[in-house]
């Protein structure tokens, strides 16, 4: 039912004129990156049609495993659909790339099912993206999202002409962390980034688009971003966390006091309060010279918010800073603080200790 609510608010969202939002039942990038699931399987292949029924796949050529590994394994399940069928007999030697191996749950890729799974038809550019791929990912670790290198490799395939190439890149750098992805965005134009954020088909890359617009220095851009940012905070929402990143971007301590205020005010929600803390957190652990600011706020914040609490040491974890640590122990003694909160508050507190 909440699902169906969403749907509808979706659907008058769209309905009503305005500047383009997206609804929250369709925002999610996939949980897995393509390069991953090809680096992840054990088998990969190149299948055409089968001769003896032509609805069927064939193994063409094996990118990777062996012969023996692919007899071993389930016969591959996808019925080639109309589309794919015109692309093969257009021309016999289009191939589609699948593979085989697990069903990613982790950053290690570690899971007992396995499945096949059909990637894309391949081309020029998709072939040659292969061979790349091949040749640079042991640059990076399975599901590694702070690896300078990989960004770097992907944001070479923003807006590439090969729509499919451009989409893994959008989800590689959304699932990038953020510091990893602020040194790239000066290789996009923000006319490129306008057009998917007004683009209803693309709304699913919308975070990803607002992140790189927030990186952007043209005049043009900033002005977006600073009038996003203001209405973002105003209303909350969808796609909060991504504008007052990009807010911070702007303006900088500027911005981060109009989150400290925002997050004292009234009538936010708890996942309103959150992406705030959260946009903090990037615009603290990728631009070292604002943590000042930014503890400042949080010490507000755990003055006034205990919800917060947890998000805010997790936050501040790794930037080496112990101001806010008479206020954890603070909160370490209170009875009221929930056993989650009150067991890493202890393990950052622990780890201050062992550091001195």
């Known amino acids: 039912m909440r699902k169906f609510f969403a749907f509808v608010i979706c659907i008058l969202a769209f309905a009503i004129p305005h500047v383009l939002h997206a609804c929250a039942v369709c925002t999610e990038l996939p949980e897995t990156t393509i390069s991953d699931q090809i680096r992840a399987a054990e088998i990969v292949v190149l299948a055409g049609p089968s001769q003896e029924n032509p609805f069927e796949y064939s193994t063409r050529r094996i990118f990777k495993g062996n ?35 697990p069903e990613i749950n982790d950053k290690t890729g570690r899971d007992f099912s396995r499945a096949w799974r059909r990637i894309f038809v391949m081309n020029s550019d998709r072939s040659e993206f292969l061979e790349k791929l091949q040749s640079n990912s042991e640059l990076w670790h399975l599901g590694e999202t702070d690896n300078a ?10 807006w590439h002409r090969d729509q499919a190439l451009h989409d893994l890149a959008m989800v590689e750098i959304g699932r990038s962390d953020y510091a990893y992805s602020r040194p790239i965005g000066d290789r996009v134009s923000t006319s490129q980034i306008l057009d998917e954020l007004n683009n209803l088909n693309r709304f699913v890359y919308w975070p990803v688009a607002i992140r790189l617009l927030g990186l952007q220095n043209d005049p043009q851009a900033r002005s977006i971003v600073r009038s996003r940012f203001a209405k973002a905070l105003k ?7 991504e504008w007052a990143r990009a807010g911070i971007e702007a303006d900088g301590v500027y911005a981060i006091n109009e989150i ?10 708890l996942d309103d309060r959150k ?20 503890v400042k706020v949080f010490a507000d914040v755990l003055d006034g918010d205990p919800e917060l609490t947890l998000q805010v040491a997790v936050a501040t974890r790794n930037w ?3 101001a806010l640590h008479k206020k954890f122990e603070a909160l370490v003694a209170l009875e009221e603080t929930d056993p989650a909160t009150l067991f890493f508050l202890n393990i950052v507190l622990q780890e201050n200790t062992i550091s001195e």
């Open 67 to 101: 012969n023996e590994e692919l007899r071993n394994a389930p016969n591959i399940p996808f019925l080639i659909d109309s589309v794919t069928r015109r692309a093969f007999r257009a021309d016999p030697t289009t191939t589609v790339l699948l593979t085989y191996g």
């Open 149 to 158: 290198a990989r960004v770097s490799f992907f944001s070479d395939y923003l």
């Open 235 to 241: 209303s909350g929402g969808l796609h909060l966390h």
């Open 260 to 269: 400290g205020l925002a997050l004292k005010g009234p009538r936010k929600t």
């Open 275 to 294: 992406a705030l803390v959260r946009a903090l957190s990037d615009a603290g652990s990728s631009q070292t010279q604002f943590q000042d600011e930014i």
């Open 320 to 322: 080496g800073e112990t």
